[in-house]
Protein backbone atom coordinates (compact mmCIF):
# COMPACT_ATOMS: atom_id res chain seq x y z
CA UNK A 1 0.00 0.00 0.00
CA UNK A 2 2.78 2.22 0.86
CA UNK A 3 4.18 2.11 -2.80
CA UNK A 4 1.11 2.73 -4.05
CA UNK A 5 0.54 5.80 -1.64
CA UNK A 6 4.15 7.50 -2.64
CA UNK A 7 2.53 10.22 -4.54
CA UNK A 8 0.09 10.93 -1.94
CA UNK A 9 2.21 10.70 1.09
CA UNK A 10 1.71 14.70 1.99
CA UNK A 11 -1.54 14.97 2.19
CA UNK A 12 -2.03 11.65 4.61
CA UNK A 13 -1.05 12.48 8.32
CA UNK A 14 -1.19 10.22 11.23
CA UNK A 15 -1.62 11.95 14.72
CA UNK A 16 0.56 11.66 17.04
CA UNK A 17 3.13 9.57 15.35
CA UNK A 18 4.73 12.53 13.22
CA UNK A 19 5.01 16.48 13.26
CA UNK A 20 2.03 17.90 11.71
CA UNK A 21 2.59 18.95 7.91
CA UNK A 22 -0.38 18.26 5.36
CA UNK A 23 -0.24 19.39 1.61
CA UNK A 24 -4.77 20.42 0.49
CA UNK A 25 -5.55 22.79 -2.33
CA UNK A 26 -3.96 20.87 -4.58
CA UNK A 27 -5.10 18.85 -8.09
CA UNK A 28 -6.14 15.53 -7.41
CA UNK A 29 -4.05 12.74 -8.38
CA UNK A 30 -4.30 11.48 -12.35
CA UNK A 31 -5.79 8.01 -12.39
CA UNK A 32 -6.71 8.02 -8.68
CA UNK A 33 -10.60 8.29 -8.96
CA UNK A 34 -10.66 11.01 -6.76
CA UNK A 35 -13.58 11.61 -4.31
CA UNK A 36 -14.26 14.92 -5.52
CA UNK A 37 -16.44 16.68 -8.12
CA UNK A 38 -16.04 19.05 -11.12
CA UNK A 39 -15.95 23.14 -11.24
CA UNK A 40 -19.55 22.53 -12.92
CA UNK A 41 -20.59 20.48 -10.03
CA UNK A 42 -19.43 22.15 -7.09
CA UNK A 43 -21.15 25.84 -8.97
CA UNK A 44 -24.80 23.40 -9.45
CA UNK A 45 -24.90 21.83 -5.94
CA UNK A 46 -24.47 25.41 -4.38
CA UNK A 47 -26.88 27.48 -6.73
CA UNK A 48 -29.35 24.51 -7.04
CA UNK A 49 -31.74 25.32 -3.81
CA UNK A 50 -32.77 28.89 -4.99
CA UNK A 51 -36.07 27.42 -5.87
CA UNK A 52 -37.81 30.54 -7.74
CA UNK A 53 -35.11 30.51 -10.26
CA UNK A 54 -34.28 28.51 -13.93
CA UNK A 55 -31.66 26.75 -14.16
CA UNK A 56 -29.91 26.12 -17.32
CA UNK A 57 -27.23 23.82 -17.85
CA UNK A 58 -25.15 24.90 -21.10
CA UNK A 59 -23.54 21.77 -22.51
CA UNK A 60 -23.96 17.94 -22.95
CA UNK A 61 -27.02 16.27 -21.14
CA UNK A 62 -24.80 13.77 -19.25
CA UNK A 63 -23.57 17.25 -17.00
CA UNK A 64 -27.53 18.02 -16.13
CA UNK A 65 -27.96 14.22 -15.64
CA UNK A 66 -24.65 14.20 -13.38
CA UNK A 67 -26.56 16.74 -11.01
CA UNK A 68 -30.05 16.51 -11.40
CA UNK A 69 -31.63 16.51 -8.05
CA UNK A 70 -27.95 16.38 -6.85
CA UNK A 71 -29.48 17.74 -3.25
CA UNK A 72 -32.11 16.83 -0.93
CA UNK A 73 -33.26 20.76 -0.84
CA UNK A 74 -36.35 21.26 0.01
CA UNK A 75 -38.86 24.15 -0.96
CA UNK A 76 -41.83 25.96 0.98
CA UNK A 77 -43.09 27.11 -2.31
CA UNK A 78 -42.05 26.67 -6.11
CA UNK A 79 -39.87 23.83 -7.06
CA UNK A 80 -38.43 24.81 -10.32
CA UNK A 81 -34.88 23.80 -9.69
CA UNK A 82 -35.88 20.85 -9.74
CA UNK A 83 -36.47 20.15 -13.40
CA UNK A 84 -32.79 20.62 -14.32
CA UNK A 85 -32.96 22.02 -18.27
CA UNK A 86 -30.06 21.38 -20.74
CA UNK A 87 -29.14 22.75 -24.11
CA UNK A 88 -27.87 19.11 -24.89
CA UNK A 89 -24.68 20.13 -27.11
CA UNK A 90 -24.02 18.05 -30.27
CA UNK A 91 -21.06 17.48 -32.33
CA UNK A 92 -23.07 20.24 -34.58
CA UNK A 93 -23.11 22.53 -31.65
CA UNK A 94 -19.18 22.06 -30.79
CA UNK A 95 -18.37 22.68 -34.22
CA UNK A 96 -20.08 25.88 -34.88
CA UNK A 97 -20.97 27.05 -31.63
CA UNK A 98 -23.64 26.96 -29.41
CA UNK A 99 -24.84 30.35 -28.77
CA UNK A 100 -27.88 30.63 -30.76
CA UNK A 101 -28.92 27.39 -29.26
CA UNK A 102 -28.83 28.91 -25.52
CA UNK A 103 -30.91 32.19 -26.94
CA UNK A 104 -33.88 29.87 -28.25
CA UNK A 105 -33.47 27.53 -25.02
CA UNK A 106 -33.39 30.54 -22.66
CA UNK A 107 -36.24 32.27 -24.63
CA UNK A 108 -38.42 29.70 -24.53
CA UNK A 109 -37.71 28.37 -20.88
CA UNK A 110 -38.37 31.74 -19.40
CA UNK A 111 -41.82 32.36 -21.57
CA UNK A 112 -43.23 28.55 -20.31
CA UNK A 113 -42.06 29.08 -16.92
CA UNK A 114 -42.10 32.39 -15.74
CA UNK A 115 -39.04 32.37 -13.19
CA UNK A 116 -38.13 35.65 -10.91
CA UNK A 117 -33.75 34.67 -12.45
CA UNK A 118 -31.94 32.51 -14.06
CA UNK A 119 -28.78 30.60 -14.12
CA UNK A 120 -27.11 29.26 -17.05
CA UNK A 121 -24.26 27.26 -16.21
CA UNK A 122 -21.10 26.72 -18.59
CA UNK A 123 -19.54 22.91 -18.64
CA UNK A 124 -16.18 21.94 -20.33
CA UNK A 125 -17.26 21.79 -23.65
CA UNK A 126 -18.11 25.81 -23.77
CA UNK A 127 -14.96 26.24 -22.47
CA UNK A 128 -13.37 24.80 -25.18
CA UNK A 129 -15.55 25.92 -28.10
CA UNK A 130 -15.70 29.13 -26.59
CA UNK A 131 -19.39 30.60 -26.26
CA UNK A 132 -19.94 33.84 -25.17
CA UNK A 133 -22.13 33.11 -22.17
CA UNK A 134 -22.46 36.87 -20.97
CA UNK A 135 -23.47 38.42 -23.91
CA UNK A 136 -25.91 36.11 -24.44
CA UNK A 137 -27.10 36.27 -20.84
CA UNK A 138 -27.39 40.20 -21.47
CA UNK A 139 -29.58 40.33 -24.55
CA UNK A 140 -32.09 37.68 -22.50
CA UNK A 141 -31.83 40.01 -19.71
CA UNK A 142 -32.54 42.81 -22.03
CA UNK A 143 -35.72 41.36 -23.31
CA UNK A 144 -37.33 39.50 -20.29
CA UNK A 145 -36.94 41.83 -17.83
CA UNK A 146 -35.03 39.35 -15.32
CA UNK A 147 -31.83 38.55 -14.14
CA UNK A 148 -30.16 36.26 -16.20
CA UNK A 149 -26.53 35.19 -15.01
CA UNK A 150 -23.80 33.33 -16.46
CA UNK A 151 -22.49 30.71 -14.17
CA UNK A 152 -18.66 29.91 -15.12
CA UNK A 153 -18.14 26.79 -13.98
CA UNK A 154 -16.00 25.31 -17.14
CA UNK A 155 -12.84 23.14 -16.04
CA UNK A 156 -11.50 20.04 -15.85
CA UNK A 157 -9.47 19.71 -12.57
CA UNK A 158 -12.23 18.31 -10.40
CA UNK A 159 -11.58 21.63 -8.34
CA UNK A 160 -15.10 21.79 -6.95
CA UNK A 161 -13.95 24.84 -4.86
CA UNK A 162 -13.71 26.69 -7.80
CA UNK A 163 -17.21 25.72 -8.54
CA UNK A 164 -18.10 27.50 -4.95
CA UNK A 165 -16.14 30.86 -6.14
CA UNK A 166 -18.28 30.33 -9.57
CA UNK A 167 -21.13 29.99 -7.67
CA UNK A 168 -20.61 33.06 -5.21
CA UNK A 169 -19.75 35.42 -7.89
CA UNK A 170 -22.73 34.59 -9.85
CA UNK A 171 -24.90 35.47 -6.90
CA UNK A 172 -22.66 38.75 -5.81
CA UNK A 173 -24.34 39.94 -9.17
CA UNK A 174 -27.91 39.72 -7.65
CA UNK A 175 -27.42 40.89 -4.40
CA UNK A 176 -27.49 44.62 -3.59
CA UNK A 177 -30.47 45.20 -6.26
CA UNK A 178 -32.97 44.72 -4.03
CA UNK A 179 -35.38 47.04 -1.37
CA UNK A 180 -33.74 46.88 1.81
CA UNK A 181 -37.18 48.64 3.04
CA UNK A 182 -38.42 46.71 6.47
CA UNK A 183 -35.29 45.08 7.67
CA UNK A 184 -34.54 44.85 11.41
CA UNK A 185 -31.32 46.40 13.22
CA UNK A 186 -31.47 42.01 14.04
CA UNK A 187 -30.87 40.89 10.87
CA UNK A 188 -28.61 38.33 9.35
CA UNK A 189 -28.38 36.12 6.32
CA UNK A 190 -28.25 32.30 6.52
CA UNK A 191 -25.35 31.41 4.24
CA UNK A 192 -24.11 27.55 3.63
CA UNK A 193 -26.85 25.86 4.79
CA UNK A 194 -28.87 24.38 2.10
CA UNK A 195 -31.84 23.30 3.50
CA UNK A 196 -31.52 19.07 3.34
CA UNK A 197 -34.56 17.30 4.43
CA UNK A 198 -35.87 20.76 5.27
CA UNK A 199 -32.92 21.81 8.15
CA UNK A 200 -33.03 25.59 7.41
CA UNK A 201 -36.68 25.35 8.83
CA UNK A 202 -35.63 24.35 12.28
CA UNK A 203 -32.44 27.00 12.07
CA UNK A 204 -34.79 29.90 10.97
CA UNK A 205 -37.30 28.67 13.96
CA UNK A 206 -34.41 29.30 16.46
CA UNK A 207 -33.23 32.65 15.20
CA UNK A 208 -37.17 33.59 15.29
CA UNK A 209 -37.35 32.42 18.76
CA UNK A 210 -34.28 34.40 19.75
CA UNK A 211 -35.71 37.69 18.17
CA UNK A 212 -33.58 37.78 14.92
CA UNK A 213 -34.87 38.13 11.61
CA UNK A 214 -33.73 36.34 8.80
CA UNK A 215 -33.57 38.13 5.81
CA UNK A 216 -32.23 35.79 3.04
CA UNK A 217 -31.61 31.70 2.87
CA UNK A 218 -28.55 31.36 0.57
CA UNK A 219 -29.64 28.83 -0.34
CA UNK A 220 -31.49 26.33 0.97
CA UNK A 221 -35.13 27.41 0.32
CA UNK A 222 -33.83 30.48 -1.53
CA UNK A 223 -35.59 33.10 -3.45
CA UNK A 224 -34.33 35.86 -6.01
CA UNK A 225 -36.14 38.20 -4.06
CA UNK A 226 -34.40 37.66 -0.81
CA UNK A 227 -30.96 37.78 -2.36
CA UNK A 228 -31.69 40.81 -4.11
CA UNK A 229 -32.26 42.16 -0.29
CA UNK A 230 -29.80 40.27 1.07
CA UNK A 231 -27.41 43.45 1.58
CA UNK A 232 -29.29 44.85 4.47
CA UNK A 233 -28.98 42.73 6.75
CA UNK A 234 -26.63 42.87 9.88
CA UNK A 235 -24.58 40.33 9.98
CA UNK A 236 -24.30 37.12 8.04
CA UNK A 237 -23.84 33.43 9.60
CA UNK A 238 -22.04 31.26 7.33
CA UNK A 239 -22.09 27.80 7.86
CA UNK A 240 -20.72 26.05 5.22
CA UNK A 241 -17.78 28.15 5.42
CA UNK A 242 -15.36 26.18 1.83
CA UNK A 243 -19.20 27.04 -0.41
CA UNK A 244 -19.67 30.46 0.95
CA UNK A 245 -17.15 32.46 2.33
CA UNK A 246 -16.55 33.95 -0.73
CA UNK A 247 -19.80 35.23 -0.95
CA UNK A 248 -19.40 36.86 2.79
CA UNK A 249 -16.05 38.33 2.13
CA UNK A 250 -17.58 39.92 -0.91
CA UNK A 251 -20.66 41.65 1.16
CA UNK A 252 -18.20 42.61 3.87
CA UNK A 253 -15.54 44.66 1.28
CA UNK A 254 -19.22 46.21 -0.50
CA UNK A 255 -21.61 46.40 1.97
CA UNK A 256 -19.94 46.80 5.23
CA UNK A 257 -21.45 43.19 6.58
CA UNK A 258 -19.38 41.32 9.31
CA UNK A 259 -19.89 37.77 9.03
CA UNK A 260 -19.33 34.61 11.63
CA UNK A 261 -18.45 30.75 10.95
CA UNK A 262 -20.69 28.02 13.05
CA UNK A 263 -21.77 24.43 12.64
CA UNK A 264 -25.30 23.68 13.23
CA UNK A 265 -24.32 19.71 13.89
CA UNK A 266 -23.97 18.41 17.38
CA UNK A 267 -25.13 19.85 20.40
CA UNK A 268 -22.36 21.89 21.33
CA UNK A 269 -21.97 23.63 18.19
CA UNK A 270 -25.51 24.43 17.57
CA UNK A 271 -25.87 25.99 20.87
CA UNK A 272 -22.45 27.74 20.65
CA UNK A 273 -23.81 29.13 16.88
CA UNK A 274 -26.64 30.47 18.57
CA UNK A 275 -24.99 32.41 21.60
CA UNK A 276 -22.39 33.46 19.00
CA UNK A 277 -25.09 35.39 17.23
CA UNK A 278 -26.74 36.94 20.39
CA UNK A 279 -23.77 38.03 21.51
CA UNK A 280 -23.04 39.78 18.25
CA UNK A 281 -25.80 41.80 18.68
CA UNK A 282 -24.87 42.61 22.63
CA UNK A 283 -28.86 42.94 23.61
CA UNK A 284 -28.64 40.98 27.17
CA UNK A 285 -32.96 40.09 26.54
CA UNK A 286 -31.98 38.51 22.66
CA UNK A 287 -29.42 36.35 25.18
CA UNK A 288 -31.46 35.35 27.64
CA UNK A 289 -33.64 33.68 25.25
CA UNK A 290 -31.29 32.09 23.27
CA UNK A 291 -30.55 30.55 27.19
CA UNK A 292 -33.94 29.24 27.76
CA UNK A 293 -34.33 27.91 24.09
CA UNK A 294 -30.86 25.96 24.59
CA UNK A 295 -31.97 24.60 28.08
CA UNK A 296 -35.43 23.38 26.62
CA UNK A 297 -33.90 21.50 23.72
CA UNK A 298 -31.58 19.65 25.81
CA UNK A 299 -34.11 18.94 28.37
CA UNK A 300 -36.16 16.96 25.68
CA UNK A 301 -33.23 15.37 23.74
CA UNK A 302 -30.77 14.42 26.07
CA UNK A 303 -32.73 11.83 28.10
CA UNK A 304 -33.23 10.20 24.80
CA UNK A 305 -29.68 10.34 23.70
CA UNK A 306 -28.64 7.40 27.09
CA UNK A 307 -29.50 4.34 25.49
CA UNK A 308 -28.04 5.19 22.17
CA UNK A 309 -24.91 6.04 23.89
CA UNK A 310 -24.72 3.15 26.25
CA UNK A 311 -24.99 0.75 22.93
CA UNK A 312 -22.37 2.56 21.46
CA UNK A 313 -19.85 3.19 23.15
CA UNK A 314 -16.30 2.41 22.32
CA UNK A 315 -17.55 1.99 18.70
CA UNK A 316 -15.36 3.28 15.76
CA UNK A 317 -15.93 5.84 13.30
CA UNK A 318 -14.56 7.23 9.90
CA UNK A 319 -15.77 10.20 8.71
CA UNK A 320 -15.04 11.78 5.19
CA UNK A 321 -17.21 14.83 3.69
CA UNK A 322 -16.93 17.59 1.19
CA UNK A 323 -16.29 20.33 3.69
CA UNK A 324 -14.09 20.19 6.62
CA UNK A 325 -16.34 22.15 8.24
CA UNK A 326 -18.78 19.27 9.17
CA UNK A 327 -15.99 16.81 9.85
CA UNK A 328 -15.30 19.15 13.70
CA UNK A 329 -18.81 18.75 14.30
CA UNK A 330 -19.32 15.29 13.61
CA UNK A 331 -16.14 14.21 15.59
CA UNK A 332 -17.84 16.04 18.75
CA UNK A 333 -20.99 14.09 18.02
CA UNK A 334 -19.15 11.10 17.84
CA UNK A 335 -17.50 11.63 21.49
CA UNK A 336 -20.89 12.67 22.83
CA UNK A 337 -22.03 8.94 22.22
CA UNK A 338 -18.76 8.13 23.72
CA UNK A 339 -17.62 6.59 20.05
CA UNK A 340 -13.85 6.58 18.73
CA UNK A 341 -12.81 8.67 15.88
CA UNK A 342 -9.83 6.78 13.52
CA UNK A 343 -10.07 8.55 10.61
CA UNK A 344 -11.10 11.73 9.30
CA UNK A 345 -11.51 13.70 6.11
CA UNK A 346 -12.72 15.77 3.38
CA UNK A 347 -12.57 16.56 -0.49
CA UNK A 348 -11.80 20.46 0.31
CA UNK A 349 -10.20 20.89 3.68
CA UNK A 350 -7.34 23.90 4.10
CA UNK A 351 -3.91 23.42 6.00
CA UNK A 352 -5.04 25.59 8.86
CA UNK A 353 -8.60 23.44 9.24
CA UNK A 354 -6.42 20.00 9.30
CA UNK A 355 -4.22 21.60 12.15
CA UNK A 356 -7.51 21.95 13.82
CA UNK A 357 -8.70 18.31 13.47
CA UNK A 358 -5.41 17.20 14.13
CA UNK A 359 -5.56 18.98 18.07
CA UNK A 360 -9.24 17.53 18.65
CA UNK A 361 -8.51 14.32 17.02
CA UNK A 362 -6.68 11.37 19.79
CA UNK A 363 -3.31 10.18 18.87
CA UNK A 364 -3.08 7.33 15.80
CA UNK A 365 -5.83 9.34 14.22
CA UNK A 366 -5.51 9.26 10.01
CA UNK A 367 -6.07 12.77 9.00
CA UNK A 368 -6.39 12.20 4.93
CA UNK A 369 -7.30 15.59 2.45
CA UNK A 370 -8.71 14.16 -0.79
CA UNK A 371 -8.49 10.05 -0.66
CA UNK A 372 -9.43 8.09 -3.25
CA UNK A 373 -11.33 4.48 -3.10
CA UNK A 374 -8.53 2.43 -2.87
CA UNK A 375 -7.55 4.50 0.17
CA UNK A 376 -10.27 4.46 1.76
CA UNK A 377 -10.72 1.33 1.56
CA UNK A 378 -6.91 0.48 3.01
CA UNK A 379 -7.70 3.08 6.23
CA UNK A 380 -10.99 1.45 6.70
CA UNK A 381 -9.27 -2.02 7.02
CA UNK A 382 -6.71 -0.95 9.30
CA UNK A 383 -8.50 0.76 12.05
CA UNK A 384 -11.75 -1.93 11.55
CA UNK A 385 -14.29 0.84 11.73
CA UNK A 386 -17.58 0.32 12.45
CA UNK A 387 -19.34 3.32 11.01
CA UNK A 388 -18.21 5.35 7.98
CA UNK A 389 -20.34 8.60 7.71
CA UNK A 390 -19.27 10.25 4.25
CA UNK A 391 -21.41 11.30 0.89
CA UNK A 392 -23.02 8.84 -2.01
CA UNK A 393 -19.50 7.41 -3.76
CA UNK A 394 -18.34 6.81 -0.04
CA UNK A 395 -21.62 4.21 0.45
CA UNK A 396 -20.62 1.30 -1.64
CA UNK A 397 -17.08 1.10 -0.43
CA UNK A 398 -18.61 0.48 3.17
CA UNK A 399 -21.49 -1.80 2.39
CA UNK A 400 -18.81 -4.04 0.11
CA UNK A 401 -16.52 -4.09 3.18
CA UNK A 402 -19.26 -4.86 5.54
CA UNK A 403 -19.12 -1.75 7.57
CA UNK A 404 -21.95 0.82 8.77
CA UNK A 405 -22.64 3.81 6.76
CA UNK A 406 -24.56 6.96 7.42
CA UNK A 407 -24.87 9.60 4.98
CA UNK A 408 -23.97 13.26 5.35
CA UNK A 409 -23.44 14.29 2.42
CA UNK A 410 -25.90 16.75 0.02
CA UNK A 411 -28.12 13.87 -1.25
CA UNK A 412 -29.16 12.83 2.39
CA UNK A 413 -33.32 12.77 3.13
CA UNK A 414 -32.57 12.87 7.00
CA UNK A 415 -32.48 16.44 8.91
CA UNK A 416 -29.32 15.97 11.00
CA UNK A 417 -28.69 19.55 11.59
CA UNK A 418 -30.26 21.51 15.18
CA UNK A 419 -30.76 19.66 18.29
CA UNK A 420 -33.54 16.95 16.70
CA UNK A 421 -30.84 16.61 14.15
CA UNK A 422 -28.64 15.30 16.62
CA UNK A 423 -31.16 12.73 17.80
CA UNK A 424 -31.69 11.98 14.49
CA UNK A 425 -27.90 11.23 14.09
CA UNK A 426 -27.58 8.90 17.08
CA UNK A 427 -30.66 7.11 16.05
CA UNK A 428 -29.15 6.25 12.18
CA UNK A 429 -25.84 5.52 13.91
CA UNK A 430 -27.33 3.39 15.89
CA UNK A 431 -29.39 1.50 13.68
CA UNK A 432 -26.53 1.27 11.06
CA UNK A 433 -23.73 -0.07 13.61
CA UNK A 434 -26.30 -2.25 15.43
CA UNK A 435 -27.67 -3.66 12.60
CA UNK A 436 -28.29 -7.59 12.78
CA UNK A 437 -27.24 -7.96 8.96
CA UNK A 438 -23.45 -7.53 10.05
CA UNK A 439 -23.69 -11.09 11.55
CA UNK A 440 -24.11 -12.07 7.93
CA UNK A 441 -21.58 -10.46 6.39
CA UNK A 442 -18.52 -12.07 8.83
CA UNK A 443 -14.93 -10.16 7.68
CA UNK A 444 -11.99 -11.99 6.72
CA UNK A 445 -8.93 -10.51 5.44
CA UNK A 446 -6.61 -12.07 3.35
CA UNK A 447 -3.14 -10.06 2.00
CA UNK A 448 -3.54 -9.54 -1.51
CA UNK A 449 -1.30 -10.98 -4.19
CA UNK A 450 1.35 -8.52 -5.83
CA UNK A 451 -0.31 -5.53 -4.56
CA UNK A 452 0.32 -5.04 -0.78
CA UNK A 453 -2.96 -4.23 -0.25
CA UNK A 454 -5.94 -6.16 1.73
CA UNK A 455 -8.86 -7.98 0.46
CA UNK A 456 -12.27 -7.72 2.18
CA UNK A 457 -14.05 -11.54 1.80
CA UNK A 458 -17.53 -11.07 3.14
CA UNK A 459 -19.45 -14.41 3.59
CA UNK A 460 -22.52 -15.16 3.91
Not at 50 to 74: E, F, K, Q, S
Not at 389 to 414: M, Q, S
Request: glycine share 10%; aromatic share 8%; net charge negative.
Amino acid sequence: MEALLAERHEQIHRTGEQPFTLVCNKDSLAGAVSQRACVFCGSRVVLYPIADALHLVHGPIGCAVYTWDIRGALSSGPELHRLSFSTDLQERDVIFGGEEKLYRALIELIDRHSPKGAFVYSTCIVGIIGDDLEAVCRRVEAEKGIPVIPVQSEGFKGNKRAGYTAACNAMARIIGTGDTAGISPYSINILGDFNLAGEIWMIRAYFERMGVQVVANITGDGRIADLARAHGAALNVVQCSGSTMDLAKIMEERYAIPSIRVSYFGIEDMAQSLYDVAEHFGDAEMLARTRQLVKEELARIVPQLQKYKKALAGKKAAIYVGGSFKAFSLVKAFRLLDMQVVMVGSQTGTEQEYRELVEITDPGTIIVDDTNPLELTSFLEEKEVDILVGGVKERPIAYKLGVGFCDHNHERKEALAGFQGMLNFAEEVYSSVMSPVWRFAMRTKARGQGTGTSKTIVKG
